[in-house]
């Protein structure tokens, strides 16, 4: 139990992820669909704080650790929020104030990220990807059968995400690499890829 108040840096550095076999199809199609998505949105760089919010311990509560679909969120909006003032155009107060295209989230939304439960944060995050995934896969324009491919691939990681998820409660190093789970047991970024509440439940 001690080493896992080890600082939680030293733990990610044993299980850094390797760039070459991770950024795949699907990854860069999740990393597309959340920039894409934040800037159609018009986040606020506190509503991306809100999403990548960090435990005392300093780690994402919102996602989990090695997840192949939380970590190209989590990339795509640590990319947003490093976003220029946009060029050359006349803007709207908040297309200016916040450097995006999108009239920005509305308040229920934007409530829930606040939230200072887990849960409607979770599902707040959920509903956003969700959003985001649908846009880009309706962008895509998939005849059926690539769209088939294309959800069992989204399955396939929301399996090894829920795999990772189940490995650190097993080990009890949730705490560094999956904080907001402890009470919880899918998810909720690998549920919004694939069409599913942020708690689990019926498709
Ligand atoms: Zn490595
Ligand atoms: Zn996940």
Not at 27 to 52: K, P
Not at 173 to 196: D, H, M, Q, W, Y
Request: glycine share 6%; hydrophobic share 40%; net charge positive.
């Amino acid at each position: 139990m001690k080493s896992l108040l080890l600082s939680a840096s030293v733990l990610l550095l044993t299980l850094h992820l390797h760039a070459a076999n991770a950024f795949d199809e699907r990854w860069q199609f999740i990393y597309s669909a959340t920039i894409e998505g934040a800037f159609a949105d018009g986040l606020t760089n506190d509503d991306v704080d809100r999403i990548l919010r960090k435990s005392g311990d300093g780690v994402y509560e919102h996602f989990v650790y090695a997840c192949p679909l939380c970590m190209p969120v989590i990339n795509a909006l640590r990319a947003y929020r490093e976003r220029p003032p946009l060029f050359g155009y006349k803007l709207s107060e908040h297309q200016d104030r916040h450097r995006t295209l999108g009239d920005g989230l509305d308040a229920a939304l934007r409530a829930k990220l606040a939230s200072d439960r887990v849960e409607p944060r979770l599902e707040a995050v959920n509903a956003l990807v969700q959003r985001w995934v649908d846009r880009r896969l309706k962008l895509m324009n998939l005849t059926p059968d690539q769209r088939k491919t294309w959800n069992t691939r989204l399955e396939e990681g929301r399996k090894e995400g829920m795999k990772m998820l189940e490995k650190f409660r097993a080990d009890g190093s949730l705490k560094v690499f999956a904080p907001g789970f402890a009470n919880l047991k899918e998810c909720a970024v690998c549920n919004a890829a694939t069409g599913r509440p942020a708690m689990g439940g019926a498709k």
